[in-house]
């Protein structure tokens, strides 16, 4: 199985600040990477497909990139409403699998 | 509008078993494969099974394999997860999601989840 390993498990940062989390693949997945965020008693949210392309509706402050192994998501000036944990997860090979997780917050 | 309604979920023992269904509108089922992740409370997400648009594509996490079987029926619009032998490490908020495309993929919509305890 493909193992995702998703940092930092948690962080704490002011409106407006970028935030960048980091998720690694135990091999090769070309592009085949999403990013969900979920909120509290709320299910995942798609905000991030193909490593970095923009589900609709999704606000332009998300991003994501990356290839192969190394995959970022950016949150360029981050928000009350993004207080959520975000997950990578990826789709190229059976099982699908996630990254533990990061933990936002406001500082 | 898509619409994703799990049932099925509760309280059972160890040993036993359950089925998950999940019923769909505002799309075509036929179009699209599907998935089911879980979430223990306070824990991460983890993938449980998916199935392509016609059934001929399954697949199951290592933890589930054997013990899980997910099947769906497109003109009734459902899709059902029978979990067998069920332990404590199953208890879990079980989603339902809608696939992006006919084969395995990704889900791109969630149901709001149904409770699953297994305890004596």
């Known amino acids: 199985d493909i193992q995702m390993t998703q940092s930092p498990p948690s962080l704490s940062a002011s409106v407006g600040d970028r935030v960048t989390i980091t998720c690694q693949a135990s091999q090769d997945i070309s592009d085949y990477l999403n990013w969900y965020q979920q909120k509290p008693g709320k299910p995942p949210k798609l905000l991030i497909y193909?490593?970095?392309n923009w589900e609709t509706g999704v606000p332009s402050r998300f991003s994501g990139s990356g290839s192969g192994t190394d995959f970022t998501f950016t949150i360029s000036s981050l928000q009350p409403e993004d207080v959520a944990t975000y997950y990578c997860q990826q789709y190229d090979h059976l099982p699908l699998t996630f990254g533990g997780g990061t933990k936002v917050e406001i500082k | 509008e898509v619409h994703l309604v799990e049932s099925g979920g509760g309280l059972v023992q160890p040993g036993k078993s359950l089925r998950l269904s999940c019923v769909t509108s505002g799309f075509t089922l036929e179009n699209y494969a599907m998935h089911w992740v879980r979430q223990a409370p306070g824990k991460g997400l983890e993938w449980v099974s998916g199935i392509s648009w016609n059934g001929g594509t399954t697949g199951y996490a290592d933890s589930v394999k054997g013990r899980f079987l997910i099947s769906r029926d497109n003109a009734k619009n459902i899709v059902h997860l029978q979990m067998n032998s069920l332990g404590p490490e199953d208890t879990a908020f079980y989603y339902c999601g809608k696939g992006r495309q006919l084969g395995m993929g990704f889900a791109d919509f969630w149901g709001q989840g149904i409770l699953v305890i297994v305890s004596s």
């Open positions: 193909d490593a970095s």
